[in-house]
């Protein structure tokens, strides 16, 4: 089942003939975590959305609180008996009409809602290895930070990286600096210094990155920092690791020659982890 406009339809409802989102790309999504019945972060989530609206000039319903999503939400988790643990993406895009320039303002949204095996987050075991995606670069704007339905570098660098029997590329902004991941924002370790790339370098506005960033500064004698990162510094890291809120975090082990250690990336999925139990 799917949750079109708080209607549940089956997945193979047609949707597409006036789509902007799929025609134009005119769309804005979360993808959220449930877990034991609730939505973790849910507030973060809510106001991304809400900004994300506002910055593309999408006309938001007065009924579309947080309440609302809530509701929403959990309603088709509920339909699909996948409360206890799933992910859910809610996509909002412009109503049909218009080209380029719409004709209407307003909004449909569409919730999918799919099974995901471990309630608690988890480091992936294994070699995860990563190299940079350099076909094509994110632009430092503010579009770049926000969940929009034009993913087209990240499929394109997952194709890349699939092709060259990598677990992930890292992506760079125009100012050719590392600022996330395919599939999400970056932590990269020097001594006892962690660092990843601030909102203004072009990198996703991360809800787990949020998280993480306070989870650390609670570490003692652990400085944590939002400044750019250049490739050159990648193979003089301790660590570098991955977050994003279905997986949490995941340690990359291997940048071309470079191994990495993961002792502070384990330290924070234990603190995550603590606090989801605590919600």
Same mark, same amino acid.
């Given at each position: 089942m799917i949750n079109f406009n708080g209607t549940l339809l089956s997945p193979d409802t047609n949707l597409l003939v006036n789509n902007r989102a799929f025609l134009y790309g005119d769309g804005v999504f979360e993808t959220v975590k449930i877990f034991d019945g609730k939505i973790l972060f849910l507030e973060d989530h809510y106001f991304r959305l809400m900004a994300s609206m506002r910055v593309v000039r999408m006309e938001i319903p007065m009924n579309f609180t947080m309440e609302f999503l809530e509701e929403q939400l959990l309603t088709l988790?509920?339909?699909?008996?996948?409360?206890?643990?799933? /992910?859910? /993406? *809610?996509?909002? !895009? /412009?109503?049909?009409?218009? !080209?380029y320039m719409p004709t209407d303002r307003s909004i449909s949204y569409l919730i999918q809602v799919s099974p995901l095996g471990s309630q608690m987050y988890?480091?992936?075991?294994?070699? !995860?290895?990563?190299? &940079?995606?350099?076909?094509?670069y994110v632009t430092?704007?503010?579009?770049?930070?926000?969940?929009?339905?034009?993913?087209? *570098?990240? *499929?394109?660098?997952? *194709?890349?990286?699939?092709?060259?029997?990598?677990?992930?590329? &890292? @992506?760079?902004?125009?100012?050719?600096?590392?600022?996330?991941?395919?599939?999400?924002?970056?932590?990269?370790?020097?001594? /006892?210094? @962690?660092?990843?790339?601030?909102v203004s370098e072009g990198c996703l506005n991360g809800i787990m990155r949020k998280q993480i960033l306070a989870l650390a500064k609670k570490i003692e004698? &652990?400085?944590?920092?939002?400044?750019?990162?250049s490739p050159f510094e990648l193979q003089k890291a301790d660590e570098l690791f991955i977050t994003n809120v279905i997986k949490g975090i995941q340690s990359i082990t291997k940048y071309r020659k470079k191994e990495y250690e993961s002792d502070v990336a384990n330290d924070l999925l234990i603190r995550l982890n603590a606090q989801i139990r605590l919600t």
């Open positions: 988790a509920k339909a699909n008996k996948l409360t206890e643990s799933s /992910r859910a /993406r *809610i996509t909002v !895009y /412009r109503n049909g009409g218009g !080209y988890a480091m992936e075991n294994g070699n !995860y290895e990563v190299d &940079l995606y350099k076909d094509f430092k704007q503010l579009l770049s930070s926000i969940k929009t339905t034009n993913k087209i *570098i990240n *499929i394109t660098g997952s *194709i890349f990286a699939d092709e060259n029997g990598l677990n992930n590329c &890292l @992506l760079l902004n125009d100012s050719k600096n590392v600022i996330e991941a395919l599939q999400g924002n970056i932590f990269m370790l020097m001594g /006892r210094k @962690l660092i990843t790339p601030p004698n &652990l400085e944590v920092v939002e400044e750019p990162i």
